[in-house]
């Protein structure tokens, strides 16, 4: 008896979710069905690529919450294991020092081509949703979240040789520019996105 009770206010609340699913405003059914936009799908593509390469962790199954309830919640962390993924404390310094560049100089090349579609996209008069916008910050601190990486994989490399590839280097302090340049484009989307809501309330 006591099981039946159970079962039938389970079914009561599922019910009840059902309800409030399709109750939900025509505006959101269509801004959830709505095709991702270049800039969506570049920014999406970009976090994808770091947290494949191992230069960020990725996301917990509760991320899509946390973000829901916290916006300024980080979508993902900086990776404590990429130094141990290309082996920064034990593998030929040499091997270390182009795995390094070649990681720093991917990053940067892709927030680079990032940024410019993301100028491209404010200055064309396209459509920003917060889709859009959301992507488009989680990219940034994507790239906030590896540099971290490649810094603690260059001070693992420093304790083994004082001396990083200049090329490295200038690739760190360039990438430290470009994130800069990410989140002011970030900041004029966000404006964006939202003068748009207030003319279209």
């Not at 059902?18 to 799908?41: E, F, G, H, N």
């Not at 309830?69 to 082996?87: C, K, N, T, V, W």
């Not at 310094?93 to 940067?108: E, F, G, H, M």
Request: charged share 20%; with cysteine.
């Amino acid at each position: 008896m006591v099981l039946r009770i159970v079962s039938l206010a389970a079914l009561a609340v599922l019910c009840s979710g059902c309800a409030t699913v399709s109750m939900q405003p025509a505006s959101t059914t269509a801004s959830i069905i709505r095709p991702k936009s270049d800039l969506q799908r570049m920014a999406e593509g970009y976090s994808d690529q770091a947290r494949e390469a191992g230069w960020v962790e990725g996301n917990d199954p509760m991320a899509f919450l946390t973000r829901s309830l916290f916006p300024d919640a980080q979508s993902g962390i900086a990776s404590h294991e990429y130094h141990e993924r290309i082996d920064a404390d034990t593998a030929s310094i040499p091997q270390v020092q182009l795995q390094l560049q070649n990681d720093v100089s991917s990053a940067l090349t892709g927030l680079t081509a990032l940024n410019a579609a993301a100028s491209d996209f404010l200055s064309d008069g396209s459509e920003i949703v917060r889709s859009d916008v959301a992507s488009f910050e989680d990219a940034l601190i994507t790239a906030r979240n590896a540099r971290r990486s490649f810094i603690e994989a260059s001070e693992v490399l420093a304790e083994r040789d004082a001396t990083v590839s200049v090329e490295t280097a200038n690739d760190l302090d360039s990438l430290e520019s470009e994130i800069e340049h990410t989140r002011q484009l970030a900041d004029q989307l966000v404006n964006a996105w939202r003068d748009e809501s207030v003319a279209t309330s």
